[in-house]
């Protein structure tokens, strides 16, 4: 009896599809990784770690934050990052993806609706599945919608508290939620709005805060900030009324029973914060290189404006977007191609994310040998 063979089978059905994903180191330069602000390999981010471990910060928890894993530095950085994005409190978490997770798992209560855009954060769909509350997806970036689902559900009979889970910067697309309509809904249903700025925090804002702005400040707007991406790091920020760090902290089986994370991530998450805050050039810098991009790829099929650091070229085809990205790969340049269900079906496309780990020289270099591979496979 072959007791994995219905694991062999679901492999050979992704590979006979080209699904199925592989992991592959980086080489070439970087224009698939989102390390938009060039921190993670940083002389500055080094020499911080460097610092801090001759100072004595340990570099493991040793256990959950309830039971010995609660240390300074995540103290310090909470406290912060609570003052520096205008919030009550915050709350920091070894992920992202497990802070979204505990979010939908643990807030949302039984009698409650969540509603989610279509093209939200795979994290939220797992938190959502795990926690009590009912949950319904809304066309991506229709606050019609929205407020048409709000009122279907309060016309049935709903009486319980309504959550609306966005991303302020999607992904996939690079494009924006309409925040300030979205805030505007939430006011006036008495709902409470959740963002995710994973890709948002750092990159932009005053002081990269985020596109969310002062909305953070609210009473029913929730945010995440990864600390993974243009932080350099790693982890995940909560900041939320002081009511809801405390029912986390009782109530979140995420938090409660996870190791806490290295007391040297969040200090590294610390500065960093701090260092982005006051050198508002590298976010410049930035934004010089996606002007650069919007015009060595004007004309090819992107899925909105391009006004972010994400360059979704949409191929429609999955071997056609593998072709392409291996062509580039060989090149000597780090692109990759997203396939769905990563993506929804018929749009297979090529991520090209900007960072300031490549120069305005490479991004001419990628844009005249993106042009050579389309028509190479246009070609075939």
Known sequence: MDRFKPFRDQLAALDTAGRKRRLSLPAGRDFSSNDYMGLARSPFLKAVA??????????????SRLLGGNHPEHEALEA??????????????????????????????????VLYDQLIHASVHDGMKLGRAAFKAFRHNDCNAVEAEILAWRGSGGTGTIWIAVES??????????????????????AILVIDEAHAVGVFGDRGIGLAGTLGQR????????CGKALGGEGGLLTMPAILRDFFINRARPFIF????????????HQAIVHLAENPSLQSALADHVALARGCFAGLNLSHGQDSQIFPVVLGDDDVAVAVATLLQTKGFDVRAIRPPTVPAGTARLRISLTLNVTQEDIRNLASTLWEALALAEAA
């Not at 801090?52 to 040793?62: E, K, L, M």
């Open 80 to 113: 912060f990052a609570a003052t520096h994005y205008g919030a009550e409190a915050s709350l920091f978490f070894g992920s992202g993806f497990a802070a979204n997770s505990a979010l939908f798992a643990t807030l949302p209560q039984t009698g409650d609706l």
């Open 219 to 226: 009473e029913n707007v929730l945010i995440l900030r990864t």
């Open 169 to 190: 910067l999607y992904s996939m697309d690079g494009d924006r939620a309409p925040l300030a309509d979205l805030a505007r809904i939430a006011e006036a249903h008495d």
């Open 258 to 269: 996870s190791t806490a994370p290295s007391p040297l991530t969040a200090h590294l998450a």
């Open 50 to 63: 460097q610092a801090a471990i001759a100072n004595g910060i340990a570099h493991g928890s040793g256990g």
